[in-house]
């Protein structure tokens, strides 16, 4: 069983930058891949980026690819993602997930979700 609680959403202008972060509870976070996830008024949720349980592998989404990046410490239980020249389609708010899985981008592979921080890019 995880717990995940995510922090450090709010507003940014344009080309500014946030880090997220999302404590995990249990002693077993070091085996767990950590996705993050998005989620837009209107839209479906999307994948971001995810890392695998060591942090020795990582993935992202296109549209975030080069200005994002995640990172973990599995001492602290927590997992980052830093973005950068954040936009207005950045606004959102995004999800930390858990999964079994190395690797995976899609949201039905993850069996543990945190509630959620919002993101609102002004431009």
């Known amino acids: 069983q995880v717990q995940l609680v995510e922090s450090g959403g709010g507003l940014v202008q344009a080309g500014g930058s946030l880090r997220l972060a999302c404590a995990a509870s249990?002693?077993?976070?070091?085996?767990?891949?950590m996705g993050w996830f998005r989620q837009a008024p209107g839209k479906e949720r999307e994948f971001v980026a995810v890392?695998?349980?060591?942090?020795?592998?990582?993935s992202y989404a296109d549209s975030v690819k080069g200005r994002t990046t995640i990172s973990r410490d599995n001492a602290k239980n927590t997992v980052y993602l830093e973005m950068n020249n954040l936009k207005a389609e950045d606004t959102a708010v995004y999800y930390c997930?858990?999964?079994?899985?190395?690797?995976?981008?899609?949201?039905?592979?993850?069996?543990?979700w945190g509630q959620g921080t919002q993101v609102t890019v002004s431009s």
């Open positions: 249990g002693r077993t976070f070091s085996s767990y891949g």
């Open positions: 890392i695998s349980w060591s942090g020795g592998m990582t």
């Open positions: 997930a858990a999964t079994v899985k190395f690797i995976a981008t899609t949201a039905a592979m993850y069996g543990y």
